[in-house]
């Protein structure tokens, strides 16, 4: 098994700065998303607030969820099996800020319209995609807990695959919803799918 091969990990930190790097994410991942809430209902964001809040928590969410992938990669090439003690915490935020983002677009693009919604999710195919992501980070983010972990057994693991499958309907959500041409989410397609494309292979290139 791939964890296995990295628990006699040659590099090695003292706990207290896993602990330290997880209190980090923590931190950086609430206070950062409170903040931007906390601007925009001050009026203090530039521009359009609704758009500014659903592009931060929308971006915010990929880019938690692409290092959620990358943590183990990490840990294989670097020898390092403490450091997939911040996998958790990475997955747990890109879920929440996901949720802050369907939150967003039904409060204050939609006004709670709740036919509005249903039908922005079956006649819009890029918010149909989204939408399926976020319910499978959802259903991630609920098993998750160590409580339910340890009741699923193995079918745990099996469930969690379905990451791969979120991360790659979140990567068509975002290139589908951009109406210019623009540069950033061909990089954040492209990059995505090397990740994902990385994990697919059982990770083959750090094994050897
Ligand atoms: C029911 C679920 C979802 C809904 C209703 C939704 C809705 C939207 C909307 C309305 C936009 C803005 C499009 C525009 O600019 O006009 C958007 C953009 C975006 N969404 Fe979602 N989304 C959902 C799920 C997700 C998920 C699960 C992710 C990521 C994990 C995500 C990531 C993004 C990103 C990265 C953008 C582009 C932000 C930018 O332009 O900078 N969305 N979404």
Known sequence: MLISSIVSSPLRVPNKLIILIRVLIHSVSIVYLSYVFYLAFSGQLLGDPVQYLLDFTGIGAINLLLLSLLVTPLALWLKFGQILRVRRSLGVYAAIYAIAHLTVFIAFELQFEWGLIVSEIVNRPYITVGFIALIVLIVLLITSLPAVKKRM????????????????????????????????????????FLVLIIRGKKLNIFKK
């Open 153 to 192: 057994g193995k079918s745990w693991f099996s469930l969690h695959q379905w990451v791969y499958l979120a991360c790659a309907l979140a990567l068509i959500h975002y290139i589908w919803s951009i109406k210019s041409e623009e540069l950033q989410p061909i990089v954040y397609f492209i990059i995505g």
